[in-house]
């Protein structure tokens, strides 16, 4: 039977805001049929417009207020919503953790799990936190601009203030933007796939202050580079490396696989719980510092280590986890997928004196099976894997192998509450309450540590 949606294109309607969505859309409906409305927040009244009407639901936008929630942070720069920068800005920070811990209790309660979340875990200054910076550079009116595109488009807004990136690096972005005018570098053009210059990304170390700048190009050289690299290192004094990063592909993945040292070393310094780690152009690292330290100590607390364990650390990235664990452990073994991360996880198992951690590079999918088949026993089993979450095989070797804990570190609740589940049916039970922290203030996304036991 075909149901035909309650409203049409363009019409105007009046509705009530009843839910936010894990986009940090408004949510109205409409005869049971939902209208996702950008800017708009629960309780509030508003006239809408329609822009998109699909099967089972539709787009509208917001055009005048009846009534505002009390959550509702006024005088906002709509370019942070449009860009998705920071797309819950026009929510209090208050109201943005009680959301993010709400959406984990919805989305296992939908699964009809009934789980405790605790309060999310919250920053003092949840602004100008990140420690890494990757923008777009293109021609706009014959100049080169840097900024972020607006949400699904390629359209570039320029912007100097980022508004959640440490100030230092928004500065240092707009001295490379000025370099690359001043040496007339040209930005790629996406449509003719030709030009040179297509993203700049920024990472700066927190305690350290050490800056590497990373160019990502078209081309294998970019037009007066030994000037451009000798005035950037001058023009930026904490930059102690500047990397060329090769990317000759249409694509919209922004790095290629060939980087190449300008200046100075490949990696930068930087520390998280009192332990140093070097971190190279590709390598995953934790992009809220601050919060990162209260996230791992949080794993570290619940993976609940006496100095005798043998643990696996599956997605270490760079051995953050590892090596933090690794202090109160008998023996760690760190896996993942991309091999810089793993050399610079060796590199810094040595810079830590750390002697009872071993990395690998592989799948963790795959690593696991062999761990194992090769008889390895874990008591203890730390994942953090990107938002597509575990492979199911992965899950299965976990549980044969057998360990009595698995801490799950999460950027996804939806693919955290199906993994827990396949955890269940294999012998696993929750402990305690699932605990969110608080990564990416002023954005949807929600990040926490479950810990799952053996029954
Ligand atoms: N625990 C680390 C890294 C977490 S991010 C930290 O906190 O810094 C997720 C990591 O998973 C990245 O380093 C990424 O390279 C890695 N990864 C992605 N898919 C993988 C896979 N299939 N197998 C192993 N590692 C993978």
Known sequence: MKIKAPVSKNEQLDVSIMDLTYQGMGVAKVDDFPLFIENALPGEELTIQVTKVAKNYGFARAIAWKSESPDRVKDVDKTYRQTGIASLQHLTYPAQLKFKQHQIAELFSKAHQDVEVAPTLGMENPTQYRNKAQVPVRMIKGQLETGFYRQHSHDLIPLTD??????????AIIKVRDLLRQFEIPAYNEISDKGVLRNIMVRRGYYSHEMMIVLISRTQKIPSQAQLVDQIHKALPEVTSIVLNVNAKKTNVIMGNVTRVLYGKPTIEDTLMGLTFAISARSFYQVNPQQTEKLYQMAIDKAGLTGEETVIDAYCGIGTISLALAKHAKQVYGVDIVPEAIEDAKVNAQKNHLTNVDFFVDKAEDQMIQWQAA???????????????????????????????????????????????????????????IQPVDQFPQTPHVESVTVLVKK
Not at 162 to 171: G, R, W
Not at 378 to 405: F, Q
């Open 375 to 433: 008889g390895v026993k874990p008591d203890i089993v730390v994942v953090d894997p990107p938002r597509k979450g575990l492979a199911e095989t992965l899950i299965e070797s976990t549980a044969k192998m057998g360990p009595k804990k698995v801490v799950y570190v999460s950027c996804n609740p939806a693919t955290l509450v199906r993994d827990v589940q396949h955890f269940q049916d294999l012998g696993y039970v929750i402990d305690g309450p």
């Open 162 to 171: 980022f508004y959640i990136q440490d100030p230092a690096i928004d500065a």
